[in-house]
């Protein structure tokens, strides 16, 4: 059997992230303390993620909504199709 391909929707994950960062920024908080706070063994995939860049998991999703002190659904918090 062919392996599939990764599903990716590019929309989604910018309004994501995008959310990520509106929510980071109402807090004052930069995107040098959410890596800080993110404890990851490198930085630059917190920057990706918060560019829209890779397409995250649901874990790395949790970590966020724990830094901003949040509910995971705030960052579904958009108009979607």
Do not use: C
Not at 9 to 16: G, H
Not at 18 to 33: G, P, S, Y
Not at 35 to 47: K, P, T, V
């Amino acid at each position: 059997m062919g392996r599939k391909p990764n599903y990716k929707n590019q929309a989604f994950i910018d309004r994501v992230s995008a959310k990520i960062l509106e929510i980071a920024d109402d807090q004052e908080i930069t995107q040098e303390k959410i890596a800080e706070l993110f404890q990851a063994d490198d930085n630059r995939q917190i920057g990706r993620v918060l560019r829209g860049e890779t397409n995250f998991g649901i874990s790395e999703l949790e970590r966020f909504a724990k830094i901003l002190k949040v509910h995971p659904k705030a960052f579904l918090d958009f108009d979607w199709d």
